[in-house]
């Protein structure tokens, strides 16, 4: 998903479903910039229009980082370039993810 210089495209994305239209136009500079940088080896699937909801990731407290919910994520997190395992539990890095859920709560 080609977000660079098209704000617009959030539109058509899922999370048009999942945040108000304020949020989106609040936010979506930063929710471009940081798909941008991501080099999602997953093509942005977690906010693609068509797949699986976003996982339930939980914020954990710890900065940077959430904790991945096994049992909501579509793929086993071990299988992700963002995922750090820690004891029974991985914390995902992806700065799209963590922005997500730290900064709009989704």
């Given at each position: 998903m080609n977000l660079k210089g098209n704000e617009d495209v959030l539109k058509d994305s899922k999370?048009?479903?999942e945040l108000t239209e304020s949020e989106?136009?609040?936010h979506g500079g930063k929710i471009v910039e940081l798909?941008?940088?991501a080099e999602c080896d997953k093509d942005l699937k977690c906010?693609?229009?068509g797949s699986s909801s976003?996982?339930?990731?939980?914020?954990s407290g710890i900065e940077n980082y959430v904790e991945c919910n096994r049992q909501l994520c579509e793929?086993?997190?071990e299988v992700c370039k963002f995922s750090v395992p820690f004891g029974y539990s991985h914390f995902c890095k992806c700065p799209l993810?963590?922005?997500l859920r730290k900064k709009l709560k989704c």
């Open positions: 999370l048009a479903e989106l136009e609040r798909a941008e940088k906010i693609k229009k976003l996982c339930r990731a939980k914020d793929e086993m997190p993810r963590v922005y």
